[in-house]
């Protein structure tokens, strides 16, 4: 139904409208069409210069995350192979997403090279870095490098996905659902169990503090601001 067809359709409910009650009402009123949804063509895109785009959306700062997945099974028949490794890859787009059921979401590259580990795992444990893991954060920032080298980390409780000493928050996640979004892909994870160094166990948090992976406590966040890391300081008084 086009423009004609929906004023058509508004008259003849108007009309039924008025004369609501009188016997001579006979015609039945059509519903109104649902709106055609499509995706925007290529000669409608707004002409944003991707350097542009990256500057202004730079001013929005975030907290900074750790992916991480377990490795995958030995393979029986590559006996004396050199050992899988976990996967992980440092992400700033990451937020919470659903309280019930309890959802968190982060966004990777489609041009990812850790991600498709991931996503054969099927599970993962975000760890939220401490404003004193710049440099851990720097070294899963890296592609071909061994970037568990020297980083002291153990299972999380469910999916036995590396949680990363020194970190201010862990969320261990099963992949929920996988969707598009242009360049990147938008990943929902579903919690199966999280934690902070002060609800740990006491011996879990002592070994988080006595990890060797920085100075700090663990407590403050990381942040990320227009191309620099940083810390968080509250307001006083």
């Known amino acids: 139904m086009g423009h004609a067809g929906m004023a058509a359709a508004a008259v003849r409910y108007l009309r ?14 059509e ?19 991707p350097t542009e785009f990256r500057r202004v959306l730079g001013n929005f700062a975030t907290g900074v995350t750790v992916i991480t997945a377990p490795a995958p099974p030995a393979d029986p028949e590559t006996t004396g192979a050199t050992p899988a490794t976990p996967s992980g890859f440092a992400c700033q787009s990451f937020a919470a997403l659903s ?9 990777v590259a489609r041009t990812s090279t850790t991600w498709p580990r991931i ?12 404003a004193h893991q710049g440099d851990l954060c720097r070294g899963f920032a890296v592609s071909g490098a061994d ?7 153990e299972p999380s409780p469910v ?14 996640c099963t992949v929920h659902a996988v969707h598009p979004g242009g360049d ?54």
């Not at 039924?16 to 009123?29: D, I, L, M, R």
């Not at 519903?31 to 000669?43: Q, S």
């Not at 970037?147 to 980390?153: E, R």
């Open 16 to 29: 039924s409208a008025g004369s609501a009650g009188s016997p001579e009402t006979t015609h039945p009123v």
């Open 31 to 49: 519903p109104l069409p649902r709106p055609d949804l499509r995706a925007v063509a290529d000669d409608e895109r707004a002409p944003i210069d």
């Open 99 to 107: 309280l019930d059921p309890p959802l968190i979401t982060f966004m």
């Open 119 to 130: 996503a054969r795992a099927g599970v993962f444990c975000v760890n939220v870095l401490g």
């Open 147 to 153: 970037k568990f080298a020297g980083v002291a980390h």
């Open 159 to 172: 999916s036995g996905s590396p949680r990363l000493a020194g970190a201010t928050a862990w969320i261990d």
């Open 184 to 237: 990147h892909l938008i990943v929902v994870g579903r919690v199966n169990a999280l934690g902070t160094p002060d609800t740990d166990t006491e011996a879990e948090a002592e070994a988080v503090a006595g990890a060797g992976t920085g100075t700090g406590t663990g407590t403050e966040p990381l942040l990320f601001h227009r191309g620099h890391f940083g810390g968080f300081t509250p307001f006083t008084g």
